[in-house]
Structure formats: structure tokens, C-alpha cells
């Protein structure tokens, strides 16, 4: 997948937003839409505050054919409007780029970053070195998202994430072991932007605009 597949889930966020589902709303105006519009016009639709944790699905969730040490905490984001806008449209993101699947409920992708306590695992569809290069940039270089106290960057990524087939874990040592992506810097960089709070999603979808 390629950036195009993201700005183009950008623009039909402008058009119309995400709702709870994390189903993209094509209409601004929907039935039974929930959240409100973000101040700024941009039409995108967000669920104010932190989103409870909800029941795991199958897709999300499982008994695990090798298990590590149990950690049920969750990654730490703070949005500084105090909303998950940014975290939808990260969500948005990998779902275009097919990185996690495509039936990922949002609610318990916004549990994992809630910085609460969470047993929900995201089934990561792409590859390992996109997952690993994604948490250095977003945890250890950038420090957009922060750890609990006392976990380690793998132990989290590996607590939260389970391997394509949904029930087994990537392992510490192999995500500790790989390499940077470069035929995936833009996507990375892409969505490492998006969780900025120095650039607002006004400016990031008018970037892309100007580049495609």
C-alpha cells in the first residue's frame, strides 16, 4: 500500500469522520452519528474524552499459543485537546495501509493507548519491522507516546499486539532484532505525524494534498 491509500482515507475523513465502529462516515450529516465535529471545520467526527474498554472480538483477542509475561497496561497518549481525534485518524491510517485488519474494533484500539488498564492485543497484518520502526519512532525517539512506568518498549509492543494469525505473540527478542524499513519511511513518517501535536490535521492533510 502506498501513501495514496492514506491521504485518501484523510480526505474522507474531512468529508465525513469515523464513528464508533471506526467505520469511515462518507456523510457529515449521519443518523444516530455519535461524537461531534472537531472546532476548526475540518468536519471530522470524534469521541470526546477516553473510551471505555469494550469486549475483546475474536479478532482482537484469543488464547495465545506462546505466552510471555502478562502486562495489562496500556500505551500512554495525551492529546492535548483532550479528545482521540488523533488516534482515529492514526487508526484510519493503518487500516488503509492494511497494517491492521481491516475489522480492528476502535474501541479496543483506543484502550490500548488510554494509558489505563487494558487486556485488549491488536492483530498487527503488516510486517514486523513496520511495527518495531513504527513504536522506536512514536516511544523512543519522538516521545509522542509514552510507556508505563516500568515496561520496556518491546514488552508493551508485544503485550498489545498479536502476529497476523490473532493469537500469537511476535516475542521480545524478534522484535528487539529488526531492522529499519526504509521502503516504508513515508508511511511511517505519515503516521508518526499524524500523533504531533505540533501539526494539526488541518496541516497534515493539506501536506499531503500538495505532495499527491
Known amino acids: 500500500m502506498s501513501l495514496d ?3 485518501q482515507a ?14 469511515l462516515v462518507l456523510e457529515k ?15 471530522i467526527q470524534i469521541i470526546n474524552g477516553r473510551t471505555s ?4 472480538s475474536n479478532n482482537n483477542a484469543g488464547r495465545p499459543k506462546r505466552a510471555g509475561k502478562t502486562i495489562n497496561k496500556a500505551f500512554i497518549y495525551d492529546a492535548e485537546d483532550n479528545s482521540n481525534t488523533r488516534l482515529q485518524l492514526f487508526f484510519q491510517g493503518l487500516i488503509a495501509l492494511n497494517w491492521i485488519k481491516q475489522d480492528t474494533d476502535l474501541r479496543n484500539f483506543l484502550s490500548i493507548f488510554s494509558g489505563g488498564e487494558t487486556s485488549c492485543r491488536i492483530v498487527w497484518t503488516g ?15 519522538k516521545q509522542f507516546v509514552k510507556l508505563p ?25 524478534k522484535l528487539g532484532a529488526t531492522r529499519s524499513p526504509v521502503e ?7 503516521l508518526v ?4 501535536p505540533a501539526i494539526s490535521v488541518k496541516d497534515l492533510q493539506e501536506r499531503l494534498q500538495s505532495q499527491y
Open 5 to 7: 491509500n492514506l491521504q
Open 10 to 23: 484523510l480526505e474522507s475523513l474531512a468529508k465525513g469522520g469515523i464513528n464508533i465502529n471506526g467505520d
Open 29 to 43: 450529516h449521519v443518523e444516530h452519528e455519535i461524537g461531534n465535529v472537531e472546532s476548526g471545520g475540518i468536519g
Open 53 to 56: 474498554e469494550s469486549k475483546a
Open 127 to 141: 510486517d514486523i519491522n513496520a511495527l518495531a520502526e513504527l513504536f522506536k519512532e512514536l516511544v523512543t525517539r
Open 149 to 173: 512506568v516500568g515496561e520496556s518498549i518491546w514488552l508493551m509492543v508485544n503485550a498489545r499486539f498479536w502476529d497476523h494469525e490473532g493469537n500469537k505473540e511476535f516475542g521480545n527478542e
Open 184 to 190: 516504508q519511511k513515508d508511511n511511517i513518517d505519515t
Open 193 to 196: 505525524d499524524i500523533l504531533n
